[in-house]
C-alpha cells in the first residue's frame, strides 16, 4: 500500500508544536527592544525552575571572570558574568547586591573600589555597596588625580572624585562627537554587525528607533501564532461537531426506518 503525504496535515501540526517557542521569541523580543524604559534590569525573579538555569552552587563551577581586582588592603575581587566575588581562604564569596549581574570592570580610588556591572555603577565605601548611577557599565579606570571614570553604553564617560557625585567628561566625549560630526569618516563596519543590524532593525531605524522595527516583528509573529492555534482549534471543533452529527444520524437511521416498518406489520396481519 502507498503512503501518502498529506502536506497540509504535518504544516498544521508542526506549526502547532512551534507556536509555543515562537510566541515566547516574538513577545520577549518587544520587551528586550523596550528594556531600558521598563527597567527590566533591576527587576530580581527566581528562575531556578526553569531547566536552563541552574542553582548558585552550580553556577559557581562555571564562573567566566571579566575582571580582578586587588585592593591596597589585601582584598581579591573578581567580576564574573553571575556577580561579582570577593575571595576568602581561596574560595569565591558572592557579593549579594551583585548576584547574578555580569560585572565589566573593576577599580580602586582612594575613596573606595568601583564596579562597572550590567546595571549600572556600584560603589563600595566603608564595607557597604550601593549603586551610585544605573546604566550599562563597559569599562572602569582610576586616573592620575584619584577619580575614577567609568563608561556608560548610553550615557558616555562618566566621572567622579568622591564616589558620590558623577558628572559627564565633557572634554573627552566632545572629542568623540567631533569625530562622529566628520564628513569624511566613514565606518567601516564587519559584514557579523551588518547582519545583526539588518536583524534588529538599527540599519533602517538607527539605534534609537530600532524598536519599531523589533515591535512590528514580534507584534506580527505573535498574531500569526495566537491565531494559527485559534484556527487549529476551530478547526478541531468543527470536526468533532461534524463527527457527532454523523453519529446521531446514523444512530437514528434503523430507529426510523423499523417505525414504520412496525406500523406496517401491525396494520395488516397475516
Known sequence: MKASFDSRKWHIWVSLVLALPILIVSVTAIFIAHNQSLGLRDVTVAAN?????????????????????????????????????????????????????????????????????????????????????????????????????????????????????????????????????????VEAITLNKLVMDLHTGKAFFGKAWEWIWIDLVGLAMTLLSLTGVYMWWRGERRKAEMARKLNIAAGSAPAAASGPNALASRSHPA
Open 49 to 185: 525552575w526553569l531547566p536552563g538555569y541552574r542553582t548558585e552552587r552550580a553556577a559557581m563551577t562555571a564562573v567566566e571572570p571579566r575582571a580582578v581586582l586587588r585592593t591596597t588592603a589585601g582584598t581579591d575581587y573578581v567580576g564574573a558574568n553571575g556577580g561579582l566575588y570577593r575571595i576568602v581562604e581561596g574560595r569565591l564569596i558572592m557579593e549579594r547586591v551583585l548576584a547574578g549581574v555580569p560585572v565589566r570592570a573593576l577599580a580602586e580610588a582612594p575613596w573606595g573600589v568601583v564596579v562597572a556591572a550590567r546595571n549600572g555603577i556600584w560603589v563600595e565605601q566603608g564595607g557597604n555597596w550601593r549603586r551610585v548611577l544605573k546604566g550599562d557599565g563597559w569599562n572602569a579606570a582610576l586616573r592620575a588625580d584619584g577619580a575614577v571614570a567609568v563608561v556608560l553604553k548610553d550615557d558616555g564617560i562618566m566621572v567622579s572624585a568622591d564616589g558620590q557625585r558623577w558628572v559627564a567628561d565633557m572634554p573627552v566625549m566632545a572629542a568623540v562627537a567631533a569625530a562622529a560630526m566628520d564628513a569624511g569618516a
